[in-house]
């Protein structure tokens, strides 16, 4: 894996292209929109600092690694990349679009990964012109901190395919745990329905953003709690997510709360909008209930 292309320049894109630059591979990091694969280059220098300042790296290392990174705006620059990582919205449209564009210009023999939380691996590998090459790469946020990365094969992704997607994985210092092809996978199969229980709780006027959040934070010892994570990880995908798993297991347990519909049709979508459960907008989060 000499060269790798990351297709998607958020939150998770900037991560993967991070940890990836950090394990010695060239990067093609592509958005949309060339800004933000730009301004992607100033986050993922901010997040390596925190990491030379922990002593986690080393300022060579990370010169070398922001080196190997190249933003653009084209999908006809992955032409010579190895593997191409889909870091893009978890909206299944967005992403086979992008495959159709993209294996255009791929090698043939390039790999081809979706970071998607949700959607049929099977079906976006039948999107492509290689589903024997395609596999699910499902990383966690935030990539440079979170050991875990979900592997997910579709019906067609060969064992080849399989075994370096593993070897790329342990030599990047994560762990894989191996998913099957359901919706959702393990973690968020797991992690959703609580964070959408944790909005129903807040609906149905149980306990406020703050009571909620504490609640888990202090009597479960969560990190973060469900509305926090929900912010962290972005009312849209979480709303998304909540709607593979509905359709897709066919059970009303999974019924996207209203609250996180309305919240995401006002485009309080969270950390990323500046708003969602919290208010981001002064020095401290400030909670909206
Ligand atoms: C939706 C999906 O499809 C799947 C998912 O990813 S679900 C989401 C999974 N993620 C989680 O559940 C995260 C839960 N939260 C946490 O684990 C923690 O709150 C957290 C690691 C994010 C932050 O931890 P914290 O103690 O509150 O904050 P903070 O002290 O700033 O950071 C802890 C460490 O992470 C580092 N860090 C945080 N974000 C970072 C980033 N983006 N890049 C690099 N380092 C980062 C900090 O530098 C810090 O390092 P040290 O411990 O060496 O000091
Ligand atoms: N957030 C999380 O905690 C996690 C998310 N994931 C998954 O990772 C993927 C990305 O999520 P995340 O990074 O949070 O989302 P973000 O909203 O932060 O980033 C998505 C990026 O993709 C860009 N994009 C949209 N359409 C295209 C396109 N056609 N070509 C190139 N880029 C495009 C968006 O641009 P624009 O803003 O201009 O639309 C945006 O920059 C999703 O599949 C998500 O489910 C996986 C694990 C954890």
Known sequence: ?????????????????????LGGHDVILADISKERAIEALGIIR???????????TTQSAMDEAIGRITATDKLSDMSDVDLAIEAATEKENVK???FKEL?????PE????????????TRLAASTDRPEKFIGMHFMNPVPV????????????????????????????????IAEDFPAFIVNRILLPMINEAIYTLYEGVGSVEAID???????????GPLQLADFIGLDTCLSIMQVLYEGLADTKY???????????????????????YDYSGDEPIPTR
């Open 46 to 56: 901010h997040n390596m600092e925190r990491q030379v300042n922990r002593g986690l």
């Open 255 to 277: 019924r996207p709360c209203p609250l996180l519909v309305k919240y995401v049709e006002a485009g309080w979508i969270g950390r990323k909008a500046g708003r969602g459960f």
């Open 96 to 98: 086979v679009g992008i």
């Open 1 to 21: 894996m000499r060269k790798v292309g990351v297709i998607g320049a958020g939150q998770m894109g900037n991560g993967i292209a991070h940890v990836i630059a």
């Open 146 to 177: 979170m050991k875990l990365v979900e592997v997910i094969r579709g019906i067609a992704t060969s064992e080849e395919t399989y075994k370096i997607a593993c070897q790329f994985i342990s030599d990047l210092g994560k762990d894989v745990a």
């Open 110 to 121: 390039a790999l081809l990964a979706t970071n998607t939380s949700s959607i049929s691996i």
């Open 103 to 107: 294996c255009e210009s791929l090698k």
């Open 214 to 224: 504490k609640a888990m934070r202090l009597g479960a010892n969560h990190p973060m």
